[in-house]
């Protein structure tokens, strides 16, 4: 790294698409910004944001075979804004990846062995790690020179007591087969509960707040003096609240059932589970302003399936109170906690002898801005805090790299 490299390239490899940003941490500034959706079929497409520049979105759609042309596509698109990852200014590649195990429980930078321990981790994130390690090796092939960090999902849950990360089963098989709770959506939570304390102009360490990470995936976490001590995802994203898509909790006996009564393999069950179930299984939508549209138009499946995505929100948030013992904060925050007030509005109504309730004209104001929504007199904060997890990340890989 030379001394004026203050660059962050930031990348999110999925199975099919890559997301990136370029940030200065000198200023934080964010200078490019993109998506490579659909890698592997025939319509894949690049979508480019010049931030520095001011330019107009680029798009481009066409087949990109694979990850490694999916990144020189995005290494053309940044050169072609005279921002080539060839430039001295970078500092570092930060990669998001899901799944750290327990070992990692800080950013790393990576080298052979922690790309290897990453792959032995694929077992217990089959969808997520082959994605994240694709996308490092192939921006370790076009700038081999440069560090590459790991921030991983799993990391900020490490803190959890053991009695919260341990599942009541038979202790030999969870160990050999590595079967715990590790949650994840980790930076997120760590930001926005970092973000609210700030917000109550206290420091991380003097406040217990309950972060809803509520976007297509939800994750809700319990944070006791800026450490993680709860959180509702588990082995696997799906444990918790209702998703997009995930049923989040279950009785694990309906995927026995399901087996019996109706020959479901563990593949098939998986996919119901996984892709078939949350708000879009229970009425055919998974987007909050689709169902929020039908519910005004009077559409009971939408309703019901409204109802029992927040009454599931309800609980955690009550559990969680009970967990931290004193809650200062519950923050809102991913594409419907910053964006849907009626989630917040029902999510929140009726608690008020656990000292919270929001402020219905608070809640209705929209902005990109962390504020409060609860009215002056209740005990307990509550607050929208959008989440930034590529600022997180590059914040985070830069702190390493400048060390
Ligand atoms: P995320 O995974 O954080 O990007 O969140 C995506 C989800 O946010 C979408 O599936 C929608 O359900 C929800 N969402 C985004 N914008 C809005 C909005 N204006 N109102 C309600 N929900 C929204």
Known sequence: MTATASRVLVLNSGSSSVKYQLLDMADGTRLAAGLVERIGEATSRLTHTPLATGGEVREAEGPIADHESALKAVADELSADGLGLDSPELAAIGHRVVHGG?????????????????????????????????????????????????????????????????????????????????????????????????????????????????????????????????????????????????????????TFHLKRVAGMSADETDELLNKKSGLVGLCGDNDMREIRRRIDAGDARAQLAFDIYIHRLKKYIGAYCAVLGRVDAVAFTAGVGENAAPVREAAIAGLEEMGLAVDASLNAVRSGEPRLISPEYARVAVAVVPTDEELEIAQQTYALVSA
């Open 102 to 254: 327990l070992k990692f429980t800080v950013p790393t930078v990576i080298d052979d062995a922690v790309l290897k321990e990453i792959e032995r981790l694929v077992p217990v994130a089959p969808l997520h790690n082959p994605a994240n390690i694709t996308g490092i090796r192939t921006a370790q092939q076009l700038r081999p020179d440069l560090p590459q960090v790991a921030v991983f999902d799993t990391a900020f849950h490490t803190t959890m007591p053991e009695y919260a990360a341990r599942y009541a089963i038979d202790v030999e098989t969870a160990d050999a087969h590595r079967i715990r709770r590790y949650g994840f959506h980790g930076t997120s939570h760590a930001y926005v509960s970092r973000k609210t304390a700030a917000l109550l102009g206290k420091d991380p360490s003097e406040v217990n707040v309950i972060v809803l990470h509520l976007g297509n995936g939800a994750s809700a976490s319990a944070v006791a003096g800026g450490r993680c001590v709860e959180t509702s995802m588990g082995l696997t994203p799906l444990e918790g609240l209702v998703m997009g898509t995930r049923s989040g909790d279950i009785d694990p006996a309906v």
